[in-house]
């Protein structure tokens, strides 16, 4: 259960650097402004909105994490239950990704799908 503590670590200290973007209109912003590094998705999300972000996520090839369930996410941020979150800076998206990879598994115990799309631009 590490794992769970440094990603909700690492999403909070993001959130306290005001460098995170939470709530579907917000992060579809972020994420067509390429401001969002890596977009974190609650596991209990609705069918219908989890699929706007993830078609949102690979059009514009950003990271699409989806982990934890909505309290836990709204939790990690200071703020009530969450669908979905962006992180912002490059920095924390980095540590967001490196606690779900760092877990012996290969992946985050609690982590049901981790897609990351390649920076390369579209033709």
Do not use: W
Not at 93 to 113: C, K, N, S, W, Y
Request: one cysteine or more; a positive charge.
């Amino acid at each position: 259960m590490i794992a769970v503590a440094n990603l909700l670590s690492a999403v909070g200290l993001a959130a306290r650097a005001r460098e995170v973007v939470s709530g579907e209109d917000f992060c579809f912003r972020a994420i067509r402004q390429g401001r969002a590094r890596v977009v974190l998705l609650a596991s209990d999300a609705g069918a219908n909105g989890a699929k706007k972000v993830r078609d949102k996520c690979a059009f514009y090839h950003v990271p699409l994490v989806v982990t934890l369930n909505r309290d836990d996410l709204g939790r990690a941020i200071g703020k009530p239950s969450r669908t979905v979150v962006a992180i912002t800076s490059a920095a924390f998206a980095d540590m967001v990704l490196q606690a779900i990879d760092g877990h012996p598994d290969g992946g985050h115990p609690r982590t049901l799908e981790v897609t990351v799309f390649d920076k390369t631009p579209r033709v």
